[in-house]
């Protein structure tokens, strides 16, 4: 594809780099002028081992402090860190030279730490490392706080519901992830302290640093003497930058998984693995969860004794919340979640036995499949081979989620949750991204899983199709309050007030009487005729028709005005006038505005709720 740059961004791009390459070209130039011959070769060779050498010490000490500085920087907040920031970023804004008197302050011959070391910080090579520090420690700095604060926190917290402890999950997770721009904030500092003059002459003069012995002999022999002095400085530069930029580029190459086989329950027929008491009793869950996050506040107390679970309710109702405060990966303010007997509130996060699969799955990108599958702690690797095999994944296990489609990586998502035991499986909006087809056709994936393992399932969803096939107990939450929950059925039949039925998706709204346990007048004379629990006589109640419900029907009981027929691409959608409602709905046969026509309505499809 080609791509079409702006106008002046070529000829303002052009015209630094032409100026930044001019001097090396002007350089290269004076080759043939340049002294050759009086060239201390020892003394330039002593020079460019310290150089080096400081360089890089100052880059390892740099790196040790100055990543875990750069996290904490990243992830905890408030004005102290932040004055933290600030403070160790001012280096850069010092000139070089007020860096090494600020320096001698510190480790001068008559500074506190510089008597304690016997004057040893300054004029040595100690004293050269201590300069570099201090001039080139933000670069590194900068660089790990914005790549740390760059990575998406749901993969930390997916890592601790695999079992990882925070170590563990640093050192295989935000590292690595976040290494592409630390290394380049290495490289930074590195080139920084190998080209650092001002803050060394101060306080360490001898030995001579390159910049240092660069310095004094343009003095003694002045330019033409220079080019073969300069010759090694960027041989190295370019060396380091060359290997740098080479290391990155490096594909990384990962294993496949062990063929080594466990034991591992095969359900029957299928072959394919259930965890221990996927057939077992029932076991129930009890939540009380409270959290205050600014002007939101989630207060949730649930009790649930099915093994198939879902909260149902739009964005912002606190769905996700829920979920990431019953791993343990969110504090809460309060909370109990109670499990077969065991409060997991009272677990570490990492030992709860939780499978997560977050919204966006929170596949980590510097791990292939089989890496994926490997890491949880405790997963069995035949377990892991029978998931990719259950889920369609053979063939993918040395593609990185880049490489993934949507689909792909759900299914890697879910199978990373499935390959250790877990009591509980939290599952938020894992199909909200992807496209109708696809959406349907792992819907009906997750329910076969759900019936295969032993795990009870939590469902986040705002779809009520979602959770109508894949939940035997649903809660319907908003702005962190339930408004109803019980057995999925009862509740999309008798949503509790309107807010939760439109929130299941209801359509067709109207308004009746309910005249005996089955039947509600809406006006003209016409009665509904509904299923499900028995209704009060005399009530007031408020009804929902789904428009897939309703049909056409020459025999059918109920007789209604066609008010309108709009032509769609299959059929027409029709609306017509039954009693004091109007219904839409969608229909292949032909029908004319005005005229009068008989229906069908499906009495299990009614939702009934009180009005009062």
Known sequence: ???????????????????????????????????????????????????????????????????????????????????????????LALPPLTGGILLLFLIGYSAPLGRLAGG??????????????????PFLIIAARSSFAAIDTV???????????????????????????????????????????????????????????????????GLPAMLPILLPTLVIAVAVMALSDGAARKRRTWRALPARRTRARIVSGGGYPAAAGAAA?????????????????????????ARRLAILGPSGSGKSLSLRLIAGIDRPDRAEVELGGVDL???????????????????????????????????????????????GL?????????????????????????????????????????????????????????????AT????????????????????????????????EAVFRRPADETVARLLGADNFGEGVAIDESRIAIGGDVVLTVAGPPLRPGERVGWSIPPGHIRLDPAGPYHGLVEAVLPAGIGSQIAIRLGEARLRFGNPAHCSAGSRCRLTIDPYAIQVWPRD
């Open 1 to 91: 594809m080609t791509r079409r740059v702006p106008a002046p961004l070529p000829w303002l791009a052009g015209l630094l780099a032409i100026y930044l390459i001019a001097p090396l070209a002007a350089g290269i130039e004076q080759a043939g002028f340049a002294d050759w011959h009086s060239v201390d070769v020892a003394a330039l060779s002593q020079a460019c081992a310290i150089s080096i050498g400081s360089a890089t010490l100052a880059t390892i000490i740099i790196a040790i402090g100055g990543i875990p500085l750069g996290y904490l920087l990243a992830r905890l907040p408030g004005r102290a860190m932040a004055a933290v920031g600030f403070l160790v970023q001012l280096p």
């Open 120 to 137: 040893m910080l300054t004029d040595s090579f100690a004293g050269i490392v201590l300069a570099e520090i201090f001039v080139a420690a």
């Open 155 to 221: 993969f930390e917290g997916v890592a601790t519901t695999l079992g990882r402890k925070p170590m563990a999950t640093f050192f295989r997770v935000s590292l690595p992830i976040a290494w592409p721009g630390i290394s380049s904030g290495l490289l930074l500092a590195w080139l920084r302290a190998f080209g650092e003059f001002g803050a060394t002459v101060m306080v360490a003069y001898h030995p001579y640093s390159l910049p240092v012995y660069t310095y004094v002999a343009f003095g003694a022999e």
């Open 281 to 305: 009793s029932l076991i129930g869950l009890s939540l009380r969860l409270e959290k205050q996050l600014g002007g939101f506040r989630l207060d949730l107390v649930w009790s649930a004794p």
């Open 345 to 391: 509130s009272q677990l570490d996060p990492a030992a709860r036995g939780i499978g997560y699969v977050p919204q966006n799955y929170g596949l980590f990108p510097h791990l292939s499949v089989a890496a994926q599958l490997r890491f949880p702690l405790g997963a069995d690797p035949f377990l892991a081979q029978r998931w990719i095999e259950r889920l």
């Open 394 to 454: 053979a063939g993918l296990e040395d593609r990185y989620p880049a490489e993934l489609s949507l689909g792909q990586q759900q299914r890697v998502a879910l199978a990373r949750a499935l390959v250790r035991p877990a009591r509980l499986l939290l599952l938020d909006e894992p199909f909200s991204a992807l496209d109708a087809p696809l959406r349907a056709s792992l819907r009906y994936e997750l329910l076969a899983v759900q019936h295969e393992v032993g």
């Open 457 to 488: 399932t939590i469902l986040v969803t705002h779809d009520p199709q979602e959770a109508a096939l894949l939940a035997d107990e649903i809660l319907v939450l908003a702005d962190g309050r339930p408004l109803q929950s019980g057995p999925t």
